[in-house]
């Protein structure tokens, strides 16, 4: 079964400091793709940064960056410099075989 | 950037009237349009996937007759809730494929309504 676990429900950060999100996932497809989106308070859901499993190298956007580990399946997200308009629940997902799968999402704090 | 536009944002009905929520792309062509169901605190249920002029492919246990979905067009794919009940009550959100294989890797969202059935 495809599956995407994002084990943190909560993550907080002081404003300007770096986190991390976490994110595992389960597929028997070798070509697919991941992703991490926001969803802010006013509920629009906002792509953050794609990643294709094809390709070895991290994606990077700005202040946002992942970690892929395809052989462990893990694909974290980490943002520098946190800012307030961080703050948000971040949704890792992945498209295996035309399907996205979610995960249960992380609200991030950012503490100022 | 793509824009996928829903309308409305906000609905609040009486018990058995029907509901229509509309998703369009406004600068792209949509072979493939999604909609989901968000209860609060949760992530994105997926209830259909719909396809420019073909019936809509469900999720399991998704009622079709209840949840009525139309993509009659290349940039419009409509949701109809028909005798909305209390039970119906949450985020509907829908997402536009840019991508020709209809796949997930150019997925552009609207910005959900949110539907309150008295």
């Known amino acids: 079964a495809q599956t995407v676990t994002q084990s943190q429900p909560e993550m907080s950060v002081q404003e300007a400091e770096t986190v991390t999100l976490s994110c595992t996932y389960d597929?028997?497809?070798?070509?697919?793709?991941l992703f991490w989106y926001k969803q802010p308070p006013s509920r629009q859901m906002i792509l953050v940064i794609r990643?294709?499993?094809?390709k070895q190298q991290n994606a990077t956007e700005n202040r946002f960056s992942v970690n892929f580990q395809k052989a462990a399946k893990s694909f974290s997200l980490k943002i520098s410099d946190s800012q307030l308009g961080d703050a948000a629940m971040y949704f890792c997902?992945?498209?295996?075989?035309?399907?996205?799968?979610w995960g249960a999402g992380t609200k991030l704090i950012i503490k100022p | 950037g793509a824009v996928v536009s829903q309308h409305p944002s906000r609905v609040i009905c009486k018990s058995g009237t029907s509901v229509k929520i509309e998703c369009r792309s406004l600068?792209?062509?949509?072979?493939?349009m999604f909609w989901y169901r968000q209860f609060p605190k949760k992530s994105l249920m997926l209830m259909a996937t719909?396809?420019?002029?073909?019936?809509?492919?469900?999720e399991q246990g998704v009622e079709k007759d209840k949840f009525l979905i139309n993509h009659a067009s290349l940039t419009l794919s409509t949701l109809t809730v028909t005798s909305a009940h209390p039970e119906d009550s949450s985020f509907y959100i829908c997402?536009?494929?840019?991508?020709?294989?209809?796949?997930?890797?150019?997925?552009?969202f609207g910005s959900g309504t949110q539907l309150s059935v008295l």
């Open positions: 997402s536009a494929s840019r991508a020709s294989r209809g796949t997930n890797e150019k997925l552009f």
């Open positions: 600068d792209f062509q949509a072979t493939t």
């Open positions: 719909s396809n420019e002029g073909s019936k809509a492919t469900y």
């Open positions: 597929t028997s497809e070798s070509d697919y793709y």
């Open positions: 990643q294709e499993a094809y």
């Open positions: 997902a992945m498209d295996s075989n035309y399907q996205l799968i």
